[in-house]
Protein backbone atom coordinates (compact mmCIF):
# COMPACT_ATOMS: atom_id res chain seq x y z
CA UNK A 1 0.00 0.00 0.00
CA UNK A 2 1.69 3.24 -0.87
CA UNK A 3 0.00 4.99 2.32
CA UNK A 4 0.26 3.51 6.04
CA UNK A 5 -2.51 6.18 7.32
CA UNK A 6 -5.52 5.58 5.22
CA UNK A 7 -8.19 8.43 5.78
CA UNK A 8 -7.00 11.47 6.21
CA UNK A 9 -3.13 12.01 6.74
CA UNK A 10 -1.84 11.58 10.06
CA UNK A 11 -4.48 13.01 12.99
CA UNK A 12 -3.07 13.90 16.36
CA UNK A 13 -4.84 16.97 17.05
CA UNK A 14 -6.09 19.50 14.98
CA UNK A 15 -7.24 23.22 15.32
CA UNK A 16 -8.49 25.82 13.39
CA UNK A 17 -6.40 28.57 11.97
CA UNK A 18 -7.58 32.58 10.44
CA UNK A 19 -4.91 34.41 9.12
CA UNK A 20 -4.12 37.11 10.82
CA UNK A 21 -2.68 40.19 9.26
CA UNK A 22 -0.88 41.93 12.40
CA UNK A 23 2.54 40.03 12.04
CA UNK A 24 3.98 41.20 15.76
CA UNK A 25 0.61 40.40 17.82
CA UNK A 26 1.14 39.47 20.97
CA UNK A 27 -0.23 35.48 21.99
CA UNK A 28 -0.83 35.78 25.47
CA UNK A 29 -1.85 32.54 27.38
CA UNK A 30 -3.81 33.30 30.68
CA UNK A 31 -2.96 29.53 32.00
CA UNK A 32 1.02 29.97 32.43
CA UNK A 33 1.21 34.07 31.79
CA UNK A 34 3.44 33.90 28.98
CA UNK A 35 3.31 36.37 26.14
CA UNK A 36 5.21 35.21 22.52
CA UNK A 37 4.79 36.90 19.56
CA UNK A 38 3.49 35.81 16.17
CA UNK A 39 6.56 35.60 14.49
CA UNK A 40 8.50 33.36 16.85
CA UNK A 41 5.61 30.58 15.96
CA UNK A 42 5.83 31.74 12.15
CA UNK A 43 10.08 31.32 12.00
CA UNK A 44 9.29 27.80 14.45
CA UNK A 45 6.79 26.52 11.86
CA UNK A 46 8.89 28.21 8.78
CA UNK A 47 11.88 25.74 9.85
CA UNK A 48 9.91 22.85 10.64
CA UNK A 49 7.23 22.91 7.30
CA UNK A 50 9.72 23.42 4.70
CA UNK A 51 11.87 20.30 6.34
CA UNK A 52 8.90 18.16 6.64
CA UNK A 53 6.95 19.60 3.06
CA UNK A 54 10.71 18.69 1.09
CA UNK A 55 10.61 14.63 2.44
CA UNK A 56 12.70 15.21 5.74
CA UNK A 57 10.43 15.18 8.71
CA UNK A 58 13.15 13.55 10.78
CA UNK A 59 13.47 17.48 12.26
CA UNK A 60 10.40 17.15 14.66
CA UNK A 61 12.69 14.78 16.55
CA UNK A 62 13.24 15.81 20.32
CA UNK A 63 10.35 18.34 19.33
CA UNK A 64 6.92 16.42 20.25
CA UNK A 65 5.11 16.72 23.65
CA UNK A 66 5.15 13.59 25.76
CA UNK A 67 1.57 13.72 25.16
CA UNK A 68 2.44 13.05 21.44
CA UNK A 69 4.78 10.77 22.22
CA UNK A 70 2.43 8.46 24.68
CA UNK A 71 0.22 8.12 21.49
CA UNK A 72 2.82 7.65 18.95
CA UNK A 73 6.44 6.89 18.88
CA UNK A 74 8.71 9.13 16.94
CA UNK A 75 10.24 6.82 14.38
CA UNK A 76 6.55 5.87 13.54
CA UNK A 77 5.31 9.28 12.95
CA UNK A 78 8.14 9.90 10.85
CA UNK A 79 7.32 6.96 8.63
CA UNK A 80 3.51 7.95 8.22
CA UNK A 81 4.10 11.38 7.35
CA UNK A 82 6.62 10.09 4.65
CA UNK A 83 3.90 7.56 3.14
CA UNK A 84 1.57 10.48 3.28
CA UNK A 85 3.82 12.85 1.38
CA UNK A 86 5.06 10.42 -0.90
CA UNK A 87 3.80 11.84 -4.26
CA UNK A 88 4.11 15.46 -3.40
CA UNK A 89 7.39 17.68 -2.32
CA UNK A 90 7.24 21.24 -1.86
CA UNK A 91 7.37 23.96 -4.07
CA UNK A 92 6.97 27.14 -2.33
CA UNK A 93 5.84 28.49 0.52
CA UNK A 94 2.70 30.77 0.15
CA UNK A 95 1.62 31.65 3.79
CA UNK A 96 2.13 30.95 7.60
CA UNK A 97 -1.17 31.77 9.99
CA UNK A 98 -1.37 31.58 13.55
CA UNK A 99 -3.88 31.15 16.30
CA UNK A 100 -3.84 30.89 20.54
CA UNK A 101 -7.02 29.04 21.55
CA UNK A 102 -7.36 27.06 24.46
CA UNK A 103 -4.00 27.45 25.97
CA UNK A 104 -2.23 26.36 23.13
CA UNK A 105 -0.65 27.77 19.53
CA UNK A 106 -1.62 26.45 15.96
CA UNK A 107 0.18 27.22 12.92
CA UNK A 108 -0.68 26.59 9.60
CA UNK A 109 1.68 26.58 6.94
CA UNK A 110 0.05 26.94 3.15
CA UNK A 111 2.83 25.60 0.44
CA UNK A 112 2.46 24.86 -3.46
CA UNK A 113 3.54 21.41 -3.72
CA UNK A 114 3.94 19.06 -6.65
CA UNK A 115 -0.03 19.03 -8.03
CA UNK A 116 -1.92 20.47 -5.00
CA UNK A 117 -1.91 23.30 -2.30
CA UNK A 118 -0.48 21.85 0.93
CA UNK A 119 -1.33 22.43 4.08
CA UNK A 120 0.76 21.64 7.06
CA UNK A 121 -0.72 22.22 10.69
CA UNK A 122 1.24 22.07 13.76
CA UNK A 123 -0.14 22.73 17.04
CA UNK A 124 2.33 23.56 20.03
CA UNK A 125 2.56 24.18 24.04
CA UNK A 126 3.80 26.82 25.58
CA UNK A 127 7.43 25.29 25.51
CA UNK A 128 7.11 25.33 21.96
CA UNK A 129 6.52 21.56 21.96
CA UNK A 130 4.31 19.83 19.12
CA UNK A 131 1.28 18.95 20.69
CA UNK A 132 0.04 17.88 17.24
CA UNK A 133 0.50 17.67 13.55
CA UNK A 134 -2.34 17.35 10.57
CA UNK A 135 -1.61 17.75 6.59
CA UNK A 136 -4.58 17.90 4.19
CA UNK A 137 -4.26 19.21 0.31
CA UNK A 138 -6.39 20.52 -2.10
CA UNK A 139 -6.03 19.81 -5.94
CA UNK A 140 -4.87 22.11 -8.76
CA UNK A 141 -4.82 19.33 -11.66
CA UNK A 142 -5.38 21.38 -15.28
CA UNK A 143 -8.64 19.93 -16.86
CA UNK A 144 -6.98 17.67 -19.87
CA UNK A 145 -7.02 19.47 -23.20
CA UNK A 146 -6.25 15.76 -25.47
CA UNK A 147 -8.20 14.98 -28.03
CA UNK A 148 -8.54 11.30 -26.71
CA UNK A 149 -9.60 12.68 -23.12
CA UNK A 150 -13.16 14.24 -21.91
CA UNK A 151 -13.18 15.79 -18.32
CA UNK A 152 -16.17 13.79 -16.97
CA UNK A 153 -17.57 14.78 -13.21
CA UNK A 154 -17.78 11.98 -10.89
CA UNK A 155 -21.58 12.04 -8.51
CA UNK A 156 -24.22 14.33 -8.24
CA UNK A 157 -23.52 16.44 -5.08
CA UNK A 158 -19.61 17.41 -4.07
CA UNK A 159 -18.83 15.75 -7.58
CA UNK A 160 -15.17 14.80 -8.10
CA UNK A 161 -12.67 15.74 -11.39
CA UNK A 162 -12.00 12.51 -13.71
CA UNK A 163 -10.60 11.61 -17.08
CA UNK A 164 -12.39 9.68 -19.39
CA UNK A 165 -9.97 8.23 -22.10
CA UNK A 166 -10.97 7.10 -24.91
CA UNK A 167 -9.82 3.97 -26.56
CA UNK A 168 -8.60 4.00 -30.40
CA UNK A 169 -11.73 1.92 -31.54
CA UNK A 170 -14.02 4.99 -29.58
CA UNK A 171 -16.97 5.32 -27.68
CA UNK A 172 -17.53 1.07 -28.41
CA UNK A 173 -14.32 0.26 -26.76
CA UNK A 174 -14.46 -1.86 -23.61
CA UNK A 175 -14.08 0.31 -20.23
CA UNK A 176 -11.75 -0.23 -17.34
CA UNK A 177 -12.66 1.77 -13.90
CA UNK A 178 -9.20 2.26 -12.72
CA UNK A 179 -9.41 2.61 -8.88
CA UNK A 180 -6.35 3.84 -6.89
CA UNK A 181 -4.94 2.49 -3.47
CA UNK A 182 -5.12 3.59 0.06
CA UNK A 183 -4.81 7.39 1.03
CA UNK A 184 -6.21 10.80 -0.79
CA UNK A 185 -5.10 9.60 -3.91
CA UNK A 186 -5.07 12.07 -7.04
CA UNK A 187 -6.56 10.32 -10.22
CA UNK A 188 -3.13 10.05 -11.81
CA UNK A 189 -1.87 7.92 -8.48
CA UNK A 190 0.62 10.39 -8.31
CA UNK A 191 3.71 9.56 -6.49
CA UNK A 192 6.81 12.34 -6.51
CA UNK A 193 7.10 11.90 -10.76
CA UNK A 194 5.47 8.60 -11.53
CA UNK A 195 1.76 8.43 -12.58
CA UNK A 196 1.03 4.65 -12.58
CA UNK A 197 -2.82 5.28 -13.52
CA UNK A 198 -2.07 7.37 -15.66
CA UNK A 199 0.09 5.15 -17.47
CA UNK A 200 -2.40 2.01 -17.32
CA UNK A 201 -4.64 4.72 -18.84
CA UNK A 202 -2.21 5.40 -21.70
CA UNK A 203 -1.46 2.40 -22.52
CA UNK A 204 -4.78 0.53 -22.82
CA UNK A 205 -6.03 3.27 -24.97
CA UNK A 206 -3.40 2.21 -27.63
CA UNK A 207 -4.77 -0.92 -27.49
CA UNK A 208 -8.01 0.38 -28.03
CA UNK A 209 -9.61 -0.18 -24.46
CA UNK A 210 -11.02 2.86 -23.01
CA UNK A 211 -10.87 3.78 -19.40
CA UNK A 212 -11.87 6.09 -16.42
CA UNK A 213 -9.92 7.60 -13.79
CA UNK A 214 -10.46 10.43 -11.02
CA UNK A 215 -9.67 12.13 -7.86
CA UNK A 216 -10.80 10.15 -5.02
CA UNK A 217 -13.09 11.72 -2.33
CA UNK A 218 -10.23 11.86 0.51
CA UNK A 219 -8.56 13.98 -1.99
CA UNK A 220 -10.69 16.20 -2.74
CA UNK A 221 -12.71 16.18 0.69
CA UNK A 222 -10.01 15.31 3.18
CA UNK A 223 -12.43 17.28 5.90
CA UNK A 224 -15.20 15.28 5.48
CA UNK A 225 -13.31 12.07 6.73
CA UNK A 226 -12.13 13.12 9.85
CA UNK A 227 -14.33 11.62 12.34
CA UNK A 228 -16.94 9.38 10.62
CA UNK A 229 -15.15 8.14 7.47
CA UNK A 230 -16.22 4.35 5.72
CA UNK A 231 -14.79 2.84 2.99
CA UNK A 232 -18.25 3.35 1.39
CA UNK A 233 -17.74 7.00 1.60
CA UNK A 234 -14.13 6.85 0.20
CA UNK A 235 -14.38 4.35 -2.69
CA UNK A 236 -17.78 2.41 -3.15
CA UNK A 237 -20.31 5.06 -2.95
CA UNK A 238 -18.30 6.96 -6.32
CA UNK A 239 -17.76 3.55 -7.69
CA UNK A 240 -21.25 2.80 -7.66
CA UNK A 241 -22.51 5.68 -9.54
CA UNK A 242 -19.82 5.27 -12.34
CA UNK A 243 -21.15 2.08 -13.12
CA UNK A 244 -25.19 3.38 -12.51
CA UNK A 245 -24.04 6.05 -14.78
CA UNK A 246 -21.11 4.53 -17.65
CA UNK A 247 -23.85 4.64 -20.19
CA UNK A 248 -23.09 8.81 -20.18
CA UNK A 249 -19.56 7.76 -20.84
CA UNK A 250 -19.53 5.29 -23.39
CA UNK A 251 -21.56 2.43 -25.59
CA UNK A 252 -19.27 -0.14 -24.71
CA UNK A 253 -20.96 -3.19 -23.42
CA UNK A 254 -17.74 -4.31 -21.71
CA UNK A 255 -16.75 -2.94 -18.25
CA UNK A 256 -13.68 -4.41 -15.88
CA UNK A 257 -12.07 -3.07 -12.53
CA UNK A 258 -9.00 -2.50 -12.37
CA UNK A 259 -7.91 -2.03 -8.64
CA UNK A 260 -4.14 -1.03 -7.42
CA UNK A 261 -3.24 -1.74 -3.94
CA UNK A 262 -6.20 -1.02 -1.13
CA UNK A 263 -7.98 -0.71 -4.22
CA UNK A 264 -7.03 -3.66 -5.69
CA UNK A 265 -8.73 -5.26 -2.25
CA UNK A 266 -11.95 -3.78 -2.16
CA UNK A 267 -12.63 -4.14 -5.75
CA UNK A 268 -14.07 -8.06 -5.46
CA UNK A 269 -16.78 -6.79 -3.02
CA UNK A 270 -18.25 -4.18 -6.12
CA UNK A 271 -18.01 -7.09 -8.36
CA UNK A 272 -20.63 -9.15 -6.04
CA UNK A 273 -22.96 -6.57 -6.15
CA UNK A 274 -22.66 -5.70 -9.95
CA UNK A 275 -22.88 -9.21 -11.91
CA UNK A 276 -22.66 -7.65 -15.52
CA UNK A 277 -19.02 -7.10 -14.60
CA UNK A 278 -16.81 -8.94 -17.42
CA UNK A 279 -13.66 -8.95 -14.96
CA UNK A 280 -11.24 -7.94 -12.78
CA UNK A 281 -7.68 -6.74 -12.43
CA UNK A 282 -6.13 -6.81 -8.89
CA UNK A 283 -2.25 -5.28 -9.20
CA UNK A 284 -0.52 -5.29 -5.91
CA UNK A 285 -3.10 -6.51 -3.53
CA UNK A 286 -3.79 -9.09 -0.80
CA UNK A 287 -6.58 -11.17 0.43
CA UNK A 288 -5.06 -10.04 4.09
CA UNK A 289 -7.02 -7.58 6.45
CA UNK A 290 -5.75 -3.84 6.09
CA UNK A 291 -4.79 -3.34 8.90
CA UNK A 292 -2.76 -6.71 9.16
CA UNK A 293 -0.60 -5.56 6.60
CA UNK A 294 -0.73 -1.89 7.95
CA UNK A 295 1.15 -3.38 10.84
CA UNK A 296 3.47 -5.21 9.17
CA UNK A 297 4.66 -2.23 7.36
CA UNK A 298 4.73 -0.58 10.51
CA UNK A 299 6.72 -3.32 12.55
CA UNK A 300 9.14 -3.00 9.70
CA UNK A 301 10.02 0.58 9.60
CA UNK A 302 9.58 1.33 13.18
CA UNK A 303 12.92 1.15 15.38
CA UNK A 304 12.39 -2.22 18.62
CA UNK A 305 12.56 0.32 21.18
CA UNK A 306 9.32 2.04 19.55
CA UNK A 307 7.58 -1.13 18.45
CA UNK A 308 5.51 -2.07 21.93
CA UNK A 309 3.19 1.13 20.63
CA UNK A 310 3.20 -0.51 16.85
CA UNK A 311 1.17 -3.48 18.91
CA UNK A 312 -0.26 -1.50 21.09
CA UNK A 313 -1.98 0.73 17.95
CA UNK A 314 -2.76 -2.86 16.32
CA UNK A 315 -4.54 -3.87 19.24
CA UNK A 316 -6.57 -0.85 19.45
CA UNK A 317 -7.30 -1.38 15.83
CA UNK A 318 -7.92 -4.81 15.75
CA UNK A 319 -10.36 -4.12 19.06
CA UNK A 320 -11.90 -1.41 16.75
CA UNK A 321 -10.94 0.80 19.20
CA UNK A 322 -10.71 4.88 19.49
CA UNK A 323 -6.80 5.34 18.34
CA UNK A 324 -5.13 7.89 16.97
CA UNK A 325 -4.41 7.11 13.50
CA UNK A 326 -8.29 5.69 11.95
CA UNK A 327 -11.88 6.73 12.95
CA UNK A 328 -13.62 3.36 14.27
CA UNK A 329 -16.53 3.82 11.97
CA UNK A 330 -13.76 3.18 9.26
CA UNK A 331 -12.62 -0.31 10.98
CA UNK A 332 -16.01 -1.57 10.79
CA UNK A 333 -16.57 -0.13 7.47
CA UNK A 334 -13.67 -2.17 6.12
CA UNK A 335 -15.01 -5.82 7.44
CA UNK A 336 -17.87 -5.30 4.95
CA UNK A 337 -15.27 -5.58 2.13
CA UNK A 338 -11.93 -7.13 2.30
CA UNK A 339 -10.67 -10.16 3.13
CA UNK A 340 -11.61 -13.07 0.96
CA UNK A 341 -15.19 -13.36 1.49
CA UNK A 342 -15.46 -12.63 -1.93
CA UNK A 343 -13.11 -14.21 -3.53
CA UNK A 344 -14.51 -17.41 -3.53
CA UNK A 345 -17.84 -16.57 -4.27
CA UNK A 346 -17.15 -14.53 -8.08
CA UNK A 347 -17.28 -16.16 -11.01
CA UNK A 348 -15.56 -14.04 -13.40
CA UNK A 349 -12.55 -13.45 -14.93
CA UNK A 350 -9.53 -12.33 -12.57
CA UNK A 351 -6.21 -11.57 -13.47
CA UNK A 352 -3.87 -10.84 -10.33
CA UNK A 353 -0.89 -9.24 -11.03
CA UNK A 354 2.39 -8.98 -8.03
CA UNK A 355 5.75 -7.20 -8.23
CA UNK A 356 8.59 -9.54 -6.60
CA UNK A 357 10.48 -6.35 -5.32
CA UNK A 358 7.22 -4.21 -3.53
CA UNK A 359 8.26 -4.02 -0.04
CA UNK A 360 4.78 -2.85 0.48
CA UNK A 361 2.89 -5.81 -0.63
CA UNK A 362 4.80 -9.22 -0.42
CA UNK A 363 4.71 -11.64 -3.02
CA UNK A 364 5.93 -14.55 -0.60
CA UNK A 365 2.72 -13.41 1.19
CA UNK A 366 -0.08 -12.26 -0.27
CA UNK A 367 0.73 -12.83 -3.63
CA UNK A 368 0.91 -16.83 -2.23
CA UNK A 369 -2.17 -16.68 -0.54
CA UNK A 370 -4.33 -15.48 -3.49
CA UNK A 371 -2.70 -18.25 -5.18
CA UNK A 372 -4.04 -20.86 -2.12
CA UNK A 373 -7.58 -19.41 -1.86
CA UNK A 374 -8.56 -19.05 -5.77
CA UNK A 375 -6.27 -22.67 -7.03
CA UNK A 376 -9.41 -24.51 -7.98
CA UNK A 377 -10.79 -21.27 -10.31
CA UNK A 378 -9.51 -22.18 -13.76
CA UNK A 379 -10.29 -18.64 -14.29
CA UNK A 380 -8.02 -16.87 -12.44
CA UNK A 381 -4.45 -15.95 -13.70
CA UNK A 382 -1.23 -15.06 -11.47
CA UNK A 383 1.68 -13.40 -12.84
CA UNK A 384 4.69 -12.28 -10.89
CA UNK A 385 7.19 -10.14 -12.51
CA UNK A 386 10.40 -10.47 -10.76
CA UNK A 387 11.94 -6.94 -10.83
CA UNK A 388 9.12 -4.70 -10.69
CA UNK A 389 8.18 -2.79 -7.41
CA UNK A 390 4.69 -1.65 -5.89
CA UNK A 391 4.00 0.82 -8.92
CA UNK A 392 5.08 -2.37 -11.62
CA UNK A 393 7.85 -0.04 -12.67
CA UNK A 394 11.71 -1.76 -11.71
CA UNK A 395 13.18 -1.64 -9.22
CA UNK A 396 15.95 0.02 -7.86
CA UNK A 397 16.68 -2.29 -4.78
CA UNK A 398 16.17 0.60 -2.31
CA UNK A 399 12.98 -0.89 -0.90
CA UNK A 400 11.87 2.37 0.91
CA UNK A 401 9.79 5.13 -0.05
CA UNK A 402 13.07 6.71 -1.41
CA UNK A 403 12.66 3.87 -4.44
CA UNK A 404 9.47 5.89 -5.63
CA UNK A 405 11.82 9.25 -5.96
CA UNK A 406 13.15 7.92 -9.25
CA UNK A 407 11.21 8.72 -12.18
CA UNK A 408 10.05 5.44 -14.10
CA UNK A 409 6.68 4.25 -15.72
CA UNK A 410 4.48 0.93 -15.67
CA UNK A 411 6.37 -1.66 -17.31
CA UNK A 412 5.44 -2.26 -21.05
CA UNK A 413 4.93 -6.55 -19.93
CA UNK A 414 2.30 -5.48 -17.12
CA UNK A 415 0.19 -3.18 -19.73
CA UNK A 416 0.31 -6.12 -21.96
CA UNK A 417 -0.66 -8.70 -19.98
CA UNK A 418 -3.60 -6.31 -18.82
CA UNK A 419 -4.69 -5.73 -22.31
CA UNK A 420 -4.41 -9.84 -22.97
CA UNK A 421 -6.71 -10.47 -20.29
CA UNK A 422 -9.25 -8.29 -21.15
CA UNK A 423 -9.04 -8.58 -25.36
CA UNK A 424 -9.39 -12.62 -24.30
Known sequence: MKKIVIILSFFLLMMGCDHKDDKNTKLHNENTNISVTEDEYKDLTKEIGEEILNGNPEVIKGKLSSNVLNQVGEDELIQSIKSILGSESL???ENISV????GLVATVFQGKMTTTTGYLTITYNTNKEI??????AKPRTQPSSKEDEKNIKIGDKEPLDGILKIGNQGESSPLVLLIPGSGPQDMDETIFDNKPLKDIADGLAENGISSIRYHKRTYVYPEKFMNEGTIED?????MEWILEHRKDFTKGEDIYLLGHSQGGMIIPAMAERHPDIKGLIIMAGSPRKFIDIMYDQLMESTPKNDQEKVEALYKSLKNQED???VPVSYLKSLDQVEGEQFLKKLDLP????QGEEDFQVKADKDFKLYKDILKEKENVTFILYPKLNHLFMESNGKKSMDEYKEKGKVSQEVIDDIVSFIQK
Open 91 to 93: LEM
Open 99 to 102: EEKD
Open 131 to 136: EGIFYN
Open 234 to 238: EYLKD
Open 323 to 325: NPM
Open 350 to 353: ILIL
